[in-house]
C-alpha cells in the first residue's frame, strides 16, 4: 500500500486569494488524482495529474481555477486560485499503479474553509 | 463508465453481517466492480473488488450475480467502526491495466447499532 502525506490538513482561507495543497507519496506511482468533496457530498472528480505535462481536467473543471503541478513520481500540488465560499470543500489527493489488480489509495483530504 | 445503484443509507445490528447491494445493470465486459468506503472526516478506504467471481479477503466478500448486473458486499461481523459511506463503483479495464477512472456515487450510508 502507499502511504499518501496531503499538506495543509485544513486551513480558513479569505476570499480572493489562493492556496495550494501538496501530496507526497512514499513510494513511485503512475497516477495521481486531485478531489473535491463539498460538505455533505460524494466525491468529485477534479483532474489527472499527468508527471511532466499538463493536466487532464474533468467536466466543469479548468486549469486557470486549479492549476496542478505533478513534477515527479511521489508529488503533486493542486493550487485553488481566486477562492470563494462556494470552494470550500475537502481536497483530496489519490494514487494508483496501473495494473489489473490495484486499487486506488487516498490521503486524508485538506479540508478548506473560505470565508 | 456505467453507474451503480445504491440505496441511500441502512442499519445493521452489531455483530451482525451487514449486506449492502449495488446494482450495475449496464456493466460491460471489461469492467471490475469496486467497493471502497468512507469512514467519517478520513479518505475513502479500498474494501474489495471482482470481475465476475466471488471474492473474499481480511475485510469483505463480495458476491457478484452470474449476470454481472448486480452485486452485494458482505461484512461478516459488522463493528461500530463500520459505521461509513460504503461506495460501489464499476471501471473498466483494457488488457492489463485499469484505464478507468474512479466515479463516486452517492453511496451507502451504513449505521452499525450496538
Known amino acids: 500500500s502507499a502511504v499518501i502525506s496531503q499538506k495543509p490538513s485544513r486551513d480558513i482561507c479569505q476570499r480572493g486569494t489562493s492556496l495550494t495543497i501538496q501530496c507526497q507519496v512514499d513510494?513511485?506511482?503512475?497516477?495521481m488524482f486531485w478531489y473535491r468533496q463539498q460538505p455533505g457530498q460524494s466525491l468529485t472528480l477534479i483532474a489527472t495529474?499527468?508527471?511532466?505535462?499538463?493536466?487532464?481536467?474533468e467536466s466543469g473543471f479548468v486549469i486557470d481555477k486549479f492549476p496542478i503541478s505533478r513534477p515527479n513520481l511521489t508529488f503533486s500540488t493542486l493550487t485553488v486560485s481566486n477562492m470563494s465560499p462556494e470552494d470550500s470543500s475537502i481536497y483530496l489527493c489519490?494514487?494508483?499503479?496501473?495494473?489489473?489488480?490495484?486499487?486506488?489509495?487516498f490521503g486524508q483530504g485538506t479540508r478548506l474553509t473560505v470565508v | 463508465d456505467a453507474k451503480t445503484t445504491q440505496p441511500p443509507s441502512m442499519d445493521c445490528a452489531e455483530g451482525r453481517a451487514a449486506n449492502l447491494p449495488c446494482n450495475h445493470s449496464?456493466?460491460?465486459?471489461?469492467?471490475?466492480v469496486y467497493w471502497y468506503r468512507q469512514i467519517h472526516s478520513q479518505g475513502p478506504q479500498y474494501i474489495i473488488h471482482?470481475?465476475?467471481n466471488n471474492e473474499t479477503n481480511e475485510m469483505a466478500s463480495l458476491i457478484i450475480t452470474e449476470d454481472r448486473k448486480s452485486s452485494t458486499l458482505i461484512l461478516p461481523h459488522a463493528t461500530l467502526r463500520d459505521t461509513a459511506v460504503y461506495y460501489c463503483?464499476?471501471?473498466?479495464?483494457?488488457?492489463?491495466?485499469?484505464?478507468?477512472?474512479?466515479?463516486f456515487g452517492q453511496g451507502t450510508t451504513l449505521q452499525v447499532k450496538p
Open positions: 489519490s494514487v494508483e499503479d496501473r495494473g489489473l489488480d490495484t486499487e486506488a489509495f
Open positions: 513510494s513511485q506511482v503512475t497516477m
Open positions: 495529474a499527468n508527471q511532466g505535462s499538463e493536466a487532464t481536467y
Open positions: 449496464t456493466i460491460s465486459g471489461n469492467e471490475y
Open positions: 471482482g470481475l465476475k
Open positions: 463503483i464499476v471501471r473498466s479495464t483494457v488488457g492489463s491495466s485499469n484505464t478507468g477512472k474512479l466515479i
